[in-house]
């Protein structure tokens, strides 16, 4: 029994995008294992429901239609990529679909929004210069070059691992090279352009080789920071989580708190028993996530299956892809616990984070499927049974890296990875029914807070080595959001006072 996949004109209109991918054409249909023949032709997929926008998410949409740059940030959970990706539509309608670049700082959260990395965009390799030198090696790369003087509307997400020296550096690339246009007012902010930024500073910070004491760190301690925006926005309404008790706890732990009330809530997680098997296992370093997923195939003693991703387009662009999520070889076999890792039916609740276990090999048309030699053991997929109770035969998914309208590299690969662990840098983004971490186990801010903040409801959360010292905050951020929120106070009571 077969629907067909909304993703089906998503492919088809990637492929007729490129010249380099006209030659490539890959078919997708995905279909339930249902053993009752229905008169409808199978489960129909629920009729998408009327989005009803908080106050706060309509303001940014306002904002962003009347041209405005905004800053939007957030506790985990409160729909910041959901709104984002409805910005990124209107703006493309409004400025053309060649003109809006959006891009974030990780090959983990670009291709989540088929965009590219911040540093392939601006053209400064690392980043790791001053404004001069970057400005001179932008200038040597015409592609670069193009970009910046041709972008309308720039989004940047995940701007927590944005360092202020490169936010500095970018502002002044952009404000230099677009001075010469005869359009925009010369040293105007990031020379004209709408910035949209997204992001949680309480959440990961920058990567930084070495901090001196007073060094900037943080994208919002750059100077040109608060002239970037017309609105700085924090969306307070949670949608991942209903329990009132765990999103009050989540709250205080973003701010590093340690209340003894939520301490103890904790403590309830720290049952000493062995956790629920289709826990998801969250580590601080992927040594450990490998050790871990490798074991647990071995344990299960069955053949395995390898999935081999298929890349097309350019060299540099299929770098940003194998430093995704979509893993360039994905073994699997009968048993496996595995994740989704795309959105496939978010009506079905078939979601990035959605976890299953392999339950047998499905024979597929070769034709159809254009598997070539995509998989070690012919043209078969896997047929996952949901945690939710679903059955899916999940079918190869595209990731796009996205240049402007253009599509300058594509991977194809099955959207699964295997889930008995995963590491807290690639679960940003995802919502978990089930996790256990050892919270000894982090090393820098915000890590606890991005690891409890994934799951659902408190009934799926199991800790081990719960130590309040590791919940913490930076001081900086700490000081940013008490001023941020001050401000927004201010400008509500002069709004009321109007």
């Known amino acids: 029994m077969k629907l067909l996949s909304f993703s089906i004109a998503a492919c088809r209109r990637f492929s007729s995008q ?78 053309g679909r060649s003109r809006v670049y959006v891009t974030a700082p990780t090959g983990v959260a670009a291709c989540a929004l088929n965009g590219q990395t911040l540093h392939s965009f601006a053209g400064v390799g690392l980043g790791e210069a001053d404004c001069e030198s970057l400005l001179d090696r932008v200038l040597l790369d015409r592609s670069a070059c193009s970009r910046w003087r041709k972008v309308k509307a720039l989004f940047i997400d995940e701007i927590s691992m944005v360092d202020a020296n490169l936010f500095e550096s970018l502002e002044y690339v952009a404000r230099t090279l677009r001075d010469k246009e005869a359009d925009v007012s010369e040293n105007k902010i990031w020379g004209g352009i709408q910035l949209i930024v997204s992001g949680d500073f309480f959440q990961l ?22 002239a970037s925006f017309d609105l700085q926005i924090e969306l307070t309404t949670v949608f991942r989580q209903s329990d009132s008790l765990l999103v009050q706890l989540l709250q205080g732990i973003r701010k590093g708190e340690n209340n003894p009330d939520d301490m103890k809530l904790l403590e309830g997680c720290c049952s000493g028993y062995e956790p629920d098997p289709s826990a998801v296992q969250l580590y601080p370093r992927i040594a450990d996530v490998n050790r871990v997923n490798k074991g647990k195939m071995e344990t299960l003693n069955q053949q395995i299956y390898m999935y081999k991703a298929q890349d097309l387009g350019g060299e540099k662009w299929i770098r940003q892809l194998k430093s995704g999520i979509a893993p360039d070889e994905l073994e699997l076999c009968v048993g496996a616990r595995v994740m989704l890792i795309k959105n496939i039916n978010p009506w079905r609740k078939l979601v990035n984070g959605a976890t299953g276990t392999v339950m047998e090999w499905c024979q597929v048309s070769e034709k159809q499927y254009e598997m070539n030699d995509m998989c070690s053991h012919g043209s078969v997929l896997p047929l996952v049974k949901f945690d939710s109770g679903l059955e899916l035969v999940v079918e190869p998914e595209i990731w796009a890296v996205m240049d402007g309208d253009k599509v300058v590299a594509t991977r194809r690969q099955v959207p699964l990875i295997l889930s008995w662990a995963l590491s807290i840098h690639k679960c940003q983004g995802m919502t978990l029914d089930k996790l256990h971490t050892d919270l000894s186990r982090v090393f820098d801010f915000g890590m606890v807070y991005v690891a409890l903040s994934r799951v659902r409801s408190l009934g799926g959360l199991y800790l081990s080595g719960l130590d309040p010292s590791k919940i913490k905050a930076s001081p900086k951020v700490l000081e940013f959001y008490n001023s941020f929120n001050d401000e927004q106070c201010e400008n509500k009571k002069v709004l009321i006072a109007k």
């Open 18 to 95: 490129a010249a380099a991918f006209e030659s490539k054409k890959w078919g997708k249909i995905f279909f339930f294992k249902n053993k009752k023949k229905t008169g409808g032709g199978g489960p129909k997929t629920p009729k998408q429901p009327k989005i009803n926008w908080t106050d706060e998410q309509k303001e940014v949409l306002d904002a962003v239609c009347n041209g405005q740059s905004v800053f939007i940030t957030g506790s985990a959970g409160t729909g910041k990529t959901f709104l984002l990706e409805h910005v990124i539509q209107k703006l493309k309608k409004i400025h």
């Open 205 to 226: 910070p920058p990567v930084l080789k070495k901090v001196k004491k007073k060094a900037k760190i943080y994208a919002f301690e750059a100077d040109c920071w608060h």
